[in-house]
Structure formats: C-alpha cells, structure tokens
C-alpha cells in the first residue's frame, strides 16, 4: 500500500530586495529536500506579491482580505520588508508586523550558531564550542504600537512624540515557559532572563517578577537575571555562559542582531515568528533585512533563509528533514562555498546549487 505524501501548504511572501532572491533559494532547496524524500511530503507554494512595490501601485502593503487569505495555509515564508521609497514605519507595520500581531505569533526564535568555514570577529569562538538561542517577546513590549504625535500645531522644533512599552503577565508569563520549556530540550538547561529593571520601574520590573514567579516551576534548570547591558557585555566576553536567552520584543529585537554579527553575519541568521497554540499560521524569516544595496546582483546569502526553513520543518514535526538542512548548511560553509559577506565570492545561485548538492548527494538520506 502507497502512502500519500503530506503536502504542506506554504504562502511565500518575498516582500521587497533580496527577499525576492532568498526565498526563491529557499524554496529550491526545500522542493529539492521533498523530492529526495522518497515521497514523504511535498510542499505547495502560493506567492504573494506584496511589499513596497505593491505598496506604490494600490497604496497598500497587503490586499486589504490579505489575513483572510493567508490563515489557512500551514505556513508563511517571508523574505524581507523595506525599500528607500517608502517609509520605514509604514512598511514593516502594513505587512510584517501586521502578519505577526494578527495571528498572534507571539514566540520569536532567532538560533545563533557558529558554522564551520565562516569566520565569526570573536576570537573565542576559534576554540570554543558556542551556541544559543535568543527567545524573543513578539506581541508586545517595547513594539506594542502605542503612543502617538501631537502639538504639531506648535510649530517647528514643538511637536511631541509618546511611546508606550506594554508588558502584561500574561504575555510575560507564556514567552518564559516557552523558553524554559526549550531550554528543558538542550544540553545546557539553563536560561538567561533580560531586564532593564534598574531603570524602567513598572514594565521591567513586572517581567522580573513573573520571571521568578515561573522560574519556580522550572527547579531543574539554571537560571540568571541580568541587566540588557550587561548581557550585551556578555554576549561578547562570556557567550560560553548562553544557552537560553529570553528578553522583550526590543531588547532581543537588537541582542539576536548582535549574536549573529558576532556568529559572522546578518546574513546567516535564522528566525521563527510561531504561534505555539497553532490557531494561525507561523511564519519564517531571515533575519538580515531587503538590503537595498545589492538587491538584484546575486551576492544575497540564503543561508539565513535555509536555516528559517529548518525552523519550519521542525514546527511541522519533521526534526530529522530539519537536521538533514541544517548538515547542508554546514557542509556548504565548511566547502567554503561562501557569500560575499562572509568572506567569500560565491553567489547566491552557487550556495543554494551546494546546499542543494549536499542535500541530495553528499549528506541526503538516500546516499548514506
């Protein structure tokens, strides 16, 4: 008896610059991993094509039903959102954080790890085993959104802007058990509470509390309490001590960020944005922006969008497809097939032709 392949319904979102490019890389790479399957599963792609560009013909980042349109695929793929023509602001809130909050995808996971052949600025790192994940508040915090601007009316100079972090407990409470409860899966239990409670007495001081509060519940893990600028400190003198780190939207938001410089590159890292509770789709992204620079040119790494794919695997309960990219990955950068922001001269269609050559060749499951 034949058993059908599992299909998994995805929706691509390239948005703007080298989104385009990555997860056309990502896409490749992940339809090549299926066929070598042995007919496991399959992935059916459905493209969108909102973004900046969009956003200049109609107005709109996204078709106004767009949420409607994306809720029952299992996934969303997204490349990256930006361009010099359109506002910052405007952008990443009419599409990408508008995906985010509207589906509540409230856990971000932004992995930070060390490949083989790519030279990290941390000379630690010549000798020492490191690797860590950052465990990001995605709902809330510091990018809850609300404020606002007024007294404009005062003319140059007298316009007034307020910004309001928001921390409740209960989207404090549900981002710390989820980072416990991955800490609880890798080798150092422990986990690394971020704050800036010394200084923001209402806000801050409420995630310490309930970080204490769940901490109990959790007596076979280590765990530390440690101000934002001091864990910055730490990201660079003692990542060693890291294993688990958990922090507010803006605090991980920039801390992830230094994590990856310090693993080699932006264009290396990794991202998950999930709703544990799977009532919407989860959505998977690289972390290192549309890089207006050199959009279009073939020089965009697509590791970082290989590695959200992983991500991806592993939310849709396929560890051993996931670990099949990740040995890709490694394989790939440890060939010294490398991008141009890691050192190296190869292009975007040369990293994603040796990934997918070491998945089905060299580390795929058909050729042990």
Not at 41 to 66: H, K, N, Q, S, V
Not at 260 to 269: D, E
Request: charge should be negative.
């Amino acid at each position: 008896m034949t058993t059908a392949p599992r299909t998994f319904r995805i929706a691509a979102v390239p948005a703007d610059g080298v989104g385009k490019e990555v997860v056309a890389a990502g896409r490749a790479v992940l339809d090549a991993l299926a066929a070598d399957s042995g007919g496991a599963f399959a992935f059916e792609w459905e493209e969108f094509p909102w973004g900046c560009g969009y956003y200049e013909r109609t107005g709109r980042m996204m078709d106004e039903d767009g949420l409607d349109r994306l809720k029952d695929f299992d996934a969303i793929y997204f490349g990256a959102v930006g361009w010099p023509t359109v506002p910052d602001h405007i952008s990443l809130w009419g599409l990408r954080l508008k995906i985010c909050q509207s589906f509540d995808q409230w856990a971000n996971v932004r992995p930070v790890h060390f490949l083989p052949g790519v030279v990290s600025p941390l000379r630690k790192a010549d000798d020492t085993e490191l690797d860590w994940v950052v465990v990001r508040e995605n709902s809330e915090g510091e990018y809850a959104g609300l404020g606002g601007r007024n007294l404009g009316g005062r003319g140059p100079g007298g316009e007034v802007a307020v910004q309001s972090a928001l921390f409740t407990e209960v989207g404090c409470e549900r981002i710390m058990r989820f980072a416990f409860d991955l800490a609880r899966t890798r080798s150092r239990r422990k986990v690394s509470s971020v704050t800036k409670s010394n200084a923001q007495q209402y806000g801050m001081v409420l995630w310490d509390d309930v970080f204490r509060r769940v901490a109990a519940d959790y007596p076979d893990l280590e765990t530390e309490s440690v101000l934002v600028d001091a864990m910055s400190a730490k990201f660079v003198l003692r990542p060693e001590d890291l294993s688990v780190v958990v922090a507010s939207n803006l605090n991980a938001d920039i801390l992830s960020d230094l994590g990856s410089a310090l693993a080699g590159s932006l264009g290396l890292a990794a991202s998950a944005n999930l709703n544990p509770e799977r009532r919407f789709p989860s959505m998977f992204e690289p972390v290192h922006g549309s890089a207006p620079d050199i959009a279009g040119q073939g020089l965009a790494n697509p590791i970082g969008a290989v590695g959200s794919a992983a991500l991806m695997l592993e939310h849709f309960g396929l560890p051993d497809q996931a670990a099949r990219l990740r040995n890709a990955i490694e394989a790939t950068t440890a060939a010294g097939t490398l991008t141009r922001d890691v050192g190296g001269t190869a292009t975007t269609e040369d990293v994603t032709k040796a990934l997918i050559d070491a998945l089905t060749i060299r580390v795929g499951s058909n050729h042990p």
